[in-house]
C-alpha cells in the first residue's frame, strides 16, 4: 500500500504538492474548502492547473466538510447535501479519487429513525456528481449517536443505496474507539471477515493511520502519532500485513511530533513497519 497524509493547501491547492514532498506522502488527503465553514470557496483556475501539473499521479482525495450531518433537521440535510455535492465536483475538477466524509449524528433518535433521510441525501449527491468522484463513508469514534460507528450500520447504507461510487475509509483510531480492536490478530480477522460480510471488502478505498490517545471503546476521537498510543507499531505490524488492507492507501492524520500535524517522522515509522511486513 501507498503510505501518505493529509496535507495543507494553504496559499492555494498547489501548495499541497510541496507539502507532500517534503513528508515524502506517496498519497495524500487535502481539503478542497474550509471544513468548518458552510460556505464553499473555490480554488483559483491557475492554482488548480499547477496542481494537476504537478501532483505526477500521486492518489488525491478530499475530505468533506465537518458540519456534514445526515441525521440532521431538514435545513441541516439541505446543506449537507450541498456541501457535499460541490465537495464531488471539486474532487472531479482536481482529479481526485473521492471525497472522504462522516455521515455525522443522529442525535439520540437511534440509526432507524434516520435511515430513509441519510438514504436519500446519499442517493441525491451520487445522482447530481460526476461519475468519476467516489463518495466515501468514514466510520465514526462512537460519541453522541454518531452515524457508523459499526460496519453494520455502513453496510445498510452501501446495501441500501446500491451505487458503486459509494465506497468506505475505515479510521483505525475510530475503529478503537467505536469498540472494534484491530490491534490485534485475532480481532481483525474477525473485523476483516464482518467488513466482508457486511459492506464488502471491494468497497474500501482508503484507511485513516491514526495511533488512538485513548483506550478501546472509549468513544472519544483522539488521534494519536504512529505507535505512541493504544495500537502501538505491533498494532500497525497487524493491520499493514492483513489482508483486507492490502494495496489500500494509507492517510496519517496524525498530530505530528512538534503538533503541526503529519510529518515525515511518522511517515517513516509507519513505512518502516510496512517494509517489516514483507
Not at 81 to 91: F, G, P, R, T
Not at 174 to 203: C, M, Q, W
Not at 256 to 273: E, M, S, T, V
Request: net charge negative; glycine share 10%; aromatic share 6%.
Amino acid at each position: 500500500m501507498k503510505i501518505g497524509a493529509h496535507v495543507s493547501t494553504s496559499g492555494g491547492v498547489h501548495n499541497a504538492v510541496t507539502n507532500a514532498m517534503a513528508i515524502e506522502a506517496e498519497c495524500i488527503q487535502i481539503f478542497a474548502s474550509s471544513p468548518r465553514a458552510w460556505a464553499f470557496k473555490s480554488q483559483k483556475s491557475d492554482s488548480v492547473d499547477k496542481f494537476l501539473k504537478e501532483i505526477n499521479n500521486i492518489p488525491v482525495f478530499l475530505h468533506g466538510s465537518y458540519l456534514v450531518n445526515l441525521g440532521g433537521e431538514a435545513d441541516l440535510l439541505e446543506k449537507s447535501v450541498k456541501s457535499l455535492i460541490e465537495h464531488m465536483n471539486a474532487a472531479h475538477q482536481l482529479k481526485a479519487n473521492g471525497v472522504i466524509f462522516h455521515c455525522g449524528s443522529h442525535k439520540g433518535a437511534g440509526f432507524e429513525a434516520i435511515l430513509d433521510q441519510a438514504l436519500n441525501c446519499l442517493e441525491t449527491v451520487l445522482d447530481k456528481t460526476p461519475e468519476d468522484s467516489l463518495l466515501i463513508i468514514e466510520n465514526s469514534a462512537g460519541a453522541g449517536g454518531q452515524i457508523g460507528s459499526n460496519l453494520s450500520e455502513i453496510g445498510q447504507l452501501i446495501s441500501r443505496v446500491e451505487n458503486p461510487r459509494l465506497k468506505v475509509c475505515i479510521d483505525t483510531q475510530h475503529a478503537i474507539a467505536s469498540g472494534y480492536d484491530i490491534s490485534k490478530p485475532e480481532i481483525l480477522d474477525v473485523f476483516a471477515e464482518e467488513f466482508e460480510n457486511e459492506i464488502g471488502t471491494g468497497r474500501l478505498v482508503a484507511v485513516h493511520a491514526n495511533d488512538s490517545k485513548t483506550d478501546l471503546g472509549s468513544g472519544k476521537d483522539r488521534h494519536e502519532n504512529i505507535g505512541h498510543g493504544y495500537i502501538g507499531d505491533n498494532g500497525f505490524r497487524n493491520i499493514l500485513s492483513h489482508e483486507l488492507f492490502k494495496e489500500t492507501p494509507f492517510i496519517l492524520e496524525v498530530p505530528g511530533i512538534q503538533g503541526n500535524g503529519p510529518d515525515l517522522a511518522n511517515i517513516n515509522r509507519l513505512k518502516d513497519i510496512r517494509e517489516n511486513c514483507k
